[in-house]
């Protein structure tokens, strides 16, 4: 290896080795969840912070959107998660018929998209000879 002739840039050690801070993955009470909107038409995104992910702020997220687009059905696509579609934002969301919400398919329907609806073919088709060939 070759010695440097140059300073080690800020962040690094003198031997050139960067230096690790501790991390800290604890849940504490500094957490803040970013909620994100983004308008497709003219990309225009929406965010809000909250320190908690509950039916609540994602409500509070929903008259953000409502308030900023004022004329007009809005198809709102979203995850799974459980405040996405709890009895209160259900409640909610009946009082507001421009919102609609369209959730995205569980990762465990995207393993077997035919979901059990289509059955295997029995063992002898008859007629079908070219589709069973033995």
């Not at 080795?17 to 803040?32: C, F, N, Q, V």
């Amino acid at each position: 290896m070759i010695p440097r002739s140059f300073a080690p840039a800020s962040g690094w050690s003198a031997d050139g080795h960067r230096i690790k801070a501790p991390l800290d993955y604890s849940r504490g009470p500094e957490k803040t969840w970013v909620y994100g909107a983004l308008r497709v038409r003219d990309g225009k995104e929406l965010t809000r912070c909250a320190a908690s992910r509950n039916s609540t702020n994602y409500i509070a997220r929903l008259s953000d959107i409502e308030a900023d687009n004022a004329t007009g059905d809005i198809f709102i696509i979203t995850d799974n998660l459980s405040s996405h579609n709890s009895a209160q934002t259900r409640a909610w969301l009946t009082e507001h018929p421009r919102l609609h919400q369209v959730f995205i398919p569980d990762f465990r329907l995207l393993a077997q998209p035919a979901g059990g609806l289509v059955a295997p073919l029995p063992p002898r088709c008859s007629g079908w000879t070219e589709l069973c060939q033995p």
